[in-house]
């Protein structure tokens, strides 16, 4: 299910995972379609409003920007291209922008149906989701002006109304300085006035109301000439009059009861549309409701504003236990807040029974046990009567429903950091500038509420990028000095406290734990952890158990397929703080070292066998946790650090992890006198990865330094030679490799070590191929497909498929060629492997290119992105190669020779490699076409060069480009 926003920032989802879509002219196309969604838009008219002013803009190139929109889209249907023009298929209903003006037109309705307290619901969900600016993403195009236009009215419309609302639910005072604030930036709005006038006179204070009317029958003088409209003239009259149709009347109470106790918040409710929404619904068709959530995350909040909207006959009445110390206390704080009700007799239950209220019962997490019983009495005894109830755990009643609360959606949190920054410090404005910092910040903070609330109030003395800054010390800096709330909701620390003084003993040990897991844990690495606290493996269950039902730990499933456990990064920070006091820090680290060995020692005994995807998952999935288990065992148990290196090296050549050399590197320098095994792998690692990176300089000295090392050591030396085979053929070296290889395959040939015989073959594949020996490089990969397949190396397999896919090309099968590509890329992103996917996806273009598929340029456009995401730029300069030859054909000689440039650029600096010799070729050719002096000359010394390396492709392109037929 496709949904569109474009009124703030552009966004799109499909099935609720983000699209990315172009920048630039793709965005506005977006923009443009998503206006009219559902209905087509002529093509010479997106020419005439995307492109105005400009003669022989043809159709095919909004053609270009549409099939653009469509891959991002991810769906060929979602933009449907016909003779009446494009259509953006999407439900109008779920693009913002039309949502929002349906949403004016429902409000609208409803307020004029007499129902404000869901036109005030629906209008303050129609305001969410505008941002700053209207259309922002449009610029200042021509075209968007009258949608602009027409939305900003939207907006005032919905703001309007939902003032109303408000004031028909029995809003005045709190709403006076809104409508103030309101009339000076729009002070032609006659409407606004209006409100703001009964407003006043409905807070008692009728001269400021004539005040008010005479104020705007001066401006709308001076401005227009004109005089106040029979709105407002009758709206003076009756001021005047005191007429009883400005106080509505209000439905009595039965003696001894008020229409509730709900406080007016100072702020509208930042966010939360779908939420109060959803919490209106289940107090309607359920009598217990209970609002669970983590401390700060905005139950109360949630909450009152749900009780304030609610119809109960007998009111709303809001019961504070945080202050209750026993369940004893619980009928005295109802007494207290709830009129006849006789704590001192204990009996609630008897006391409410023929009310009609909704009884709100806030903050019951410490005494949960004590209050479900009661509320099972008053649910049993008082049939009208309903309950709604906060805590960080259910009341566990049957017929309860759990309504859980999560922290803000990141929009929302920018809103309401915003929102409350600018109560602090009037100049402070989100704009394009400040809104991703703050974005960034509202992240780092969890989008927590009450986080948010609190370093919003630092913006009175600091900038966004200075709270950031100070983030490390976030209980500090997360606490408002200046605010009267209770001191809970004044500092992070204090509500996260509140929490944690609750727990067993072994359910502050179990967030001791996680603390020790930045990206979460799984339940075998918890019990291991716990096990180092003192807790009983049997006991973790029942502890995470207990964590979750208090809301402070989540659990969801992690890429890997296992359900992992999370703290919130402000939970987790204040969980290690409690596990250093207590002593318990070093244990619970050490503790995460000794699970991480184990993890890596499975990992490299099974990596290379059938359970191999699972494992490169694992790594994956606890990168987090090896980062934080590496950090420790550099300082306590280094040896230990450079054998969990060495271990999961091999997952990290697969991931084609970029990080992964600079985590082997600070293992083995973290090692003063490294075990001689350890360090030479660690070496060869950090040389293959290197390689994989491009940087051949730094792969050749940590290659010969291994080398060296190795010294008479059989085992290693052979190993060196075998990594060679990786790097030697990129330094342009293959013959080399190729006898290198050799000896490799017979060493472990005869030492029963079938993997390595294999990978032997394999690499000699490619080394062959390397040298344009294409019968060699197949005889070499059946070879190594044969050893390979029933060890069940996945990834090996689906490179020696890639190896037959560049024989193929080789021999000019270019069809072939395509079906052995596609099939290794479409296996590697089975597999996770996103590198490898990228690598072959790049072969997989120029296959199709050299058959005529046109479907090549999607290929490496895919290609680079995949380069981009895994930060491989060896791979990411080969498919600029790429994609330079399909730009040639086509004829864009100066976009293929830029893509050209960077990549020759890149092939000197990092000393060669795969695709250097053909990067240079095209090159060349490019400068020879363009009549360069010199160019014909450099194509002949390549031709040269690639004659005595055999490589055949870059001959017969040189021979081509120099018009030399006969040498192809």
């Not at 979602?78 to 004016?104: E, N």
């Not at 400040?434 to 600091?462: F, G, N, S």
């Not at 939970?571 to 244990?587: M, P």
């Amino acid at each position: 299910m496709l949904t569109v926003a474009v009124l703030s920032r552009v966004e799109v989802r499909r099935d609720g995972v983000p699209a990315p879509v172009p920048s630039g002219l793709t965005t506005e196309l977006l923009v443009r379609l998503a206006l009219d969604a559902g209905r087509p838009v002529r093509a010479e008219r997106l020419v005439e409003e995307l492109w105005p002013g400009t003669t022989g803009t043809r159709l095919n190139t909004l053609q270009a920007k549409v099939s653009q929109l469509r891959r991002a889209l991810g769906d060929p249907a979602a933009l449907i291209g016909a003779s009446d023009g494009y259509t953006l298929a999407v439900d109008p209903g779920r693009v913002d922008a039309v949502r929002a003006l349906r949403l004016a037109d429902e409000g609208a309705a409803l307020l004029a149906a007499g129902d404000p307290a869901a036109s005030a619901v629906i209008c303050h969900e129609g305001l969410a989701l505008f941002g700053a600016e209207v259309l922002p993403a449009a610029g200042g195009a021509g075209w968007v002006l009258p949608h602009r236009v027409r939305l900003e009215e939207t907006r005032l419309r919905l703001l309007e109304d939902e003032l109303a609302a408000r004031l028909a639910l029995g809003a005045t005072g709190e709403l006076v300085g809104e409508l103030e604030s309101l009339v000076a930036v729009h002070p032609l709005r006659e409407r606004l006035w209006a409100l703001l006038i009964t407003a006043l006179y409905r807070a008692g204070r009728q001269a400021d109301a004539l005040a008010a009317s005479r104020r705007v029958a001066r401006v709308l003088a001076d401005e227009l000439g004109v005089d106040p409209g029979p709105e407002l003239a009758a709206l003076e009259r009756g001021v005047l009059a005191h007429d009883p149709a400005l106080t509505p009347g209000v439905a009595s109470a039965p003696v001894g009861r008020r229409r509730g106790n709900t406080p007016v918040p100072a702020t509208p409710l930042a966010g939360r549309v779908d939420e109060l929404a959803a919490l209106l619904a289940a107090l309607e068709g359920n009598r217990l409701v209970t609002v669970v959530g983590p401390a700060g995350v905005g139950k109360t909040r949630l909450a009152v504003e749900a009780a304030r909207r609610e119809a109960a006959p007998e009111g709303a009445w809001l019961v504070r236990l945080e202050g209750v110390r026993t369940a004893d206390e619980v009928p005295l704080a109802i007494a207290d807040a709830v009129p006849g009700v006789d704590g001192s007799r204990g009996d609630v239950a008897t006391d409410l029974r023929g009310a009609d209220l909704l009884l709100l019962l806030d903050n019951c997490e410490h005494l949960a046990d004590g209050v479900a019983p009661l509320v099972a009495a008053v649910l049993g005894a008082a049939p009208r009567v309903r309950v709604l109830a906060t805590s960080q755990r259910p009341l566990g009643l049957d017929g309860e429903l759990v309504h859980q609360l999560d922290p803000l959606p990141e929009a929302d949190a920018v809103a309401l950091f915003a929102q409350r920054a600018a109560e602090r410090r009037a100049s402070f404005a989100l704009t394009g500038e400040t809104a991703p910092a703050v974005a960034q910040l509202c992240r780092a903070l969890d989008c927590l509420p009450l986080a948010i609330e609190l370093a919003a109030a630092r913006t009175r003395i600091m900038t966004v990028p200075e709270i950031a800054r100070r983030l490390d010390d976030r209980f500090t800096l997360l606490a408002d000095p200046t605010s009267t709330r209770p001191e809970r909701r004044r500092t992070l620390a204090a509500a996260l406290s509140w929490s944690y003084d609750l727990l067993f003993p072994d359910d502050q040990r179990g967030l001791w734990a996680l603390a020790q897991f930045p990206g979460g844990a799984t339940m075998p690495a918890l019990e291991h952890v716990l096990g180092g606290l003192g807790v009983p493996p049997g006991s973790a269950l029942d502890v995470v158990d207990r964590l979750v039902d208090r809301s402070l730990v989540t659990a969801d499933a992690d890429a890997a397929g296992a359900t992992r456990y999370r703290l919130l990064e402000s939970v987790r920070v204040f969980s290690a703080d409690r596990a250093a006091e207590a002593g318990a820090a070093g244990a619970a680290a050490d503790a995460l070292v000794a699970w991480t060995a184990q993890m890596a020692a499975t990992v490299a005994g099974t990596v290379r066998g059938p359970d191999q995807a699972a494992q490169v998952a694992v790594t994956a999935a606890e990168r987090a946790t090896i980062d934080a288990a590496l950090a420790r065992a550099r300082a306590t148990e280094p040896v230990t650090g450079l054998r969990i290196a060495v271990d999961l090296g091999w997952a990290w050549v697969l991931l084609d992890d970029a990080a992964a050399a600079g985590r082997l590197r600070a293992a083995r320098l973290a090692v003063d006198d490294p075990p001689r095994d350890l360090e030479v792998r660690a070496l060869l690692l950090e040389s293959w990865l290197e390689a994989m990176s491009g940087d051949l300089t730094a792969a050749r000295t940590l290659l010969d330094r291994a080398t060296a090392l190795a010294g008479g050591d059989a085992s290693l030396a052979v190993l060196a030679r075998w990594y060679g085979g990786f790097v030697l053929p990129q330094e342009g070296r293959a013959g080399e490799a190729l006898a290198d290889l050799a000896r490799c395959r017979d060493a472990y040939a005869a030492g029963g070590a079938s993997w390595e015989e294999g990978g032997s073959c394999l690499l000699a594949a490619f080394a062959s191929l390397a040298l344009g020996d294409p019968a060699g490089g197949r005889a070499a990969c059946e070879e190594a497909i044969g050893i390979l397949r029933p060890i069940g190396d996945a990834w090996a397999l689906l490179h020696a498929e890639g190896a037959l896919g560049r024989i193929a090309h080789a021999e000019e099968r270019h069809a072939d060629a395509a079906r052995h590509h596609g099939y290794a890329a479409e296996a590697a992103d089975r597999l996770g492997f996103g590198g490898a996917a990228a690598l072959h996806r790049v072969h997989l273009g120029r296959a199709q290119h050299q058959a005529g598929d046109p479907g090549a340029a999607d290929t490496l456009r895919r290609a680079v992105a995949g380069a981009q995401l895994a930060g491989d730029r060896r791979l990411l300069a080969l498919a600029q190669v790429a994609q330079a030859e399909v730009l040639r054909c086509a004829g864009d000689r100066p976009g293929a020779r830029d893509l050209l440039e960077a990549a020759c650029r890149w092939y000197a600096e990092s000393g060669a490699g795969e695709g250097a010799a053909l990067a240079a070729c095209l090159r060349a050719t490019v400068r020879a076409e363009d009549g360069e002096p010199g160019a014909r000359e450099e194509l002949q010394a390549i031709r040269d060069a690639a004659d005595t390396a055999g490589d055949r492709e870059v001959h017969a392109l040189a021979a081509t480009a120099l018009g030399d037929p006969a040498d192809v």
